[in-house]
C-alpha cells in the first residue's frame, strides 16, 4: 500500500512541475535505461522540478544511466535554470566527462552566476590535466568558496598540478598566492620548495611556512627559525608548527626562546615541535599561566 501511496505522489508531483501529461516515473526510468533518447532528454528536464526529493531522485538516475545521458547533458551546462545547471555539471563532474571541461570551464569563470564553486569542483573530479588552468585562474576569485574548491580540486590532481602551480606562483599574490601555496604545500611535493622559500619572504609567509612544513625539507630550516622572530605571531606560529617535521639543533635552540612567547598558542607549538625534535618532554606556560606539556599531534 504505501508503494502505491509513493508512485501516487511520485505522479502528481511530476504532473505538478511539467506541462506534459502525467508521468510513470518507473516507466520513464525503465526506458531511459533502456536507451530511449527522448526518455533521457525527460528526466534531464526534470532536474529542474522544485518540488522536495524529486531532483535528487532523478539526479541519482541519470547518472547510473551515465555515458547515454552525456550528450543530453552537454547541452544543458549553460542552461538558465541554476538548479538544473548545478545538477548537470555536477553529474558530468561525477561521470568524469572530458568533453565537459571547455563548458564547465566557462561556468566557473561568469563571475554573476551564484554557486560557481560546483563547477570547481566538477573540474576536480574530472580530474584531467587540461582542468588545471581554469582551476589555477579561479585561485584568486572574489567568490571564497570558489577558491577554497578550486584549491582543493588542484590538490585532487596531486603531481600533475605542481609544475603550472610554481609556475604560477612566481609571480602571485593575495588570495591566488595564498591558494596555491596551500595546493602545493598539501601535495608535498619538493620541486616546489624554491618558490615556497621566496614566498616566505612575501605577504603570505603564514601560508608559505605551513606548506615548508609539510615538505619536510631541512634546508628550510633557517628561514623558519628567522620567522619565528616575526612580530606577527600567526607568522610565529606557523614557523613553530612547520619546524617540527624538519628541525635540527638550530630549530631547538631557537623554539626554547619561543618557550616564552607572549602569545600561548606560539608557546604551545614551540613546545610540541621542540619535543618531536629532541624526544624530550618539554613543558610550556599554557593560557592559565600552567606548566604543561603539549599533546602530540606529529606521527
Not at 502528481?12 to 508521468?23: E, I, K, M, Q, R
Not at 526510468?29 to 522544485?50: F, H
Not at 584531467?128 to 584568486?140: E, K, M, N, Y
Not at 624526544?279 to 592559565?288: A, D, E, M, Q, T
Amino acid at each position: 500500500m504505501f508503494r502505491c501511496f509513493l508512485a501516487g505522489f511520485c505522479l502528481l508531483l511530476l504532473s505538478a512541475c511539467t506541462a506534459d501529461p502525467v508521468l510513470d516515473l518507473d516507466l520513464l526510468e525503465a526506458n531511459a535505461r533502456g536507451g530511449d533518447p527522448q526518455a533521457i532528454v525527460q528526466l534531464v528536464d526534470l532536474l529542474s522540478a522544485r518540488e522536495p526529493g524529486v531532483s535528487d531522485r532523478i539526479y541519482a538516475i541519470v547518472v547510473e544511466i551515465g555515458e547515454r545521458a552525456v550528450p543530453v547533458l552537454l547541452d544543458q551546462v549553460h542552461s538558465e535554470d541554476k538548479q538544473m545547471r548545478e545538477y548537470v555539471i555536477a553529474a558530468l563532474g561525477t561521470l568524469k566527462v572530458v568533453d565537459a571541461i571547455p563548458a564547465i570551464s566557462d561556468v566557473l569563470a561568469q563571475k554573476a552566476l551564484e554557486r560557481r564553486y560546483v563547477a570547481a569542483w566538477a573540474l576536480g573530479e574530472i580530474a584531467d590535466v587540461t582542468v588545471i588552468p581554469a582551476l589555477i585562474s579561479a585561485l584568486d576569485d572574489e567568490n571564497s568558496e570558489v577558491r577554497r574548491y578550486a584549491t582543493r580540486a588542484l590538490i585532487k590532481l596531486n603531481k600533475t598540478a605542481v609544475l603550472p602551480l610554481i609556475g604560477y606562483l612566481a609571480d602571485a599574490s593575495g588570495e591566488g598566492a595564498a591558494g596555491a601555496i596551500r595546493a602545493v604545500g598539501d601535495i608535498a611535493d619538493k620541486r616546489a620548495l624554491k618558490v615556497l622559500l621566496a614566498q616566505a619572504e612575501g605577504e603570505q609567509r603564514a601560508e608559505a611556512f605551513l606548506a615548508l612544513g609539510k615538505l619536510r625539507d631541512p634546508s628550510a630550516e633557517s628561514a623558519l627559525v628567522a620567522g619565528l622572530k616575526n612580530p606577527d605571531s600567526q607568522v610565529r606560529m606557523n614557523a613553530a608548527m612547520a619546524l617540527g617535521p624538519l628541525g635540527g639543533p638550530a630549530a631547538a635552540d631557537a623554539l626554547t626562546k619561543t618557550l616564552e612567547d607572549e602569545v600561548h598558542v606560539v608557546r604551545e607549538w614551540s613546545a610540541r615541535s621542540l619535543e618531536k625534535i629532541t624526544g624530550k618532554p618539554v613543558l610550556y606556560r599554557n593560557s592559565h599561566d600552567e606548566y604543561v606539556r603539549p599533546y602530540m599531534v606529529y606521527h
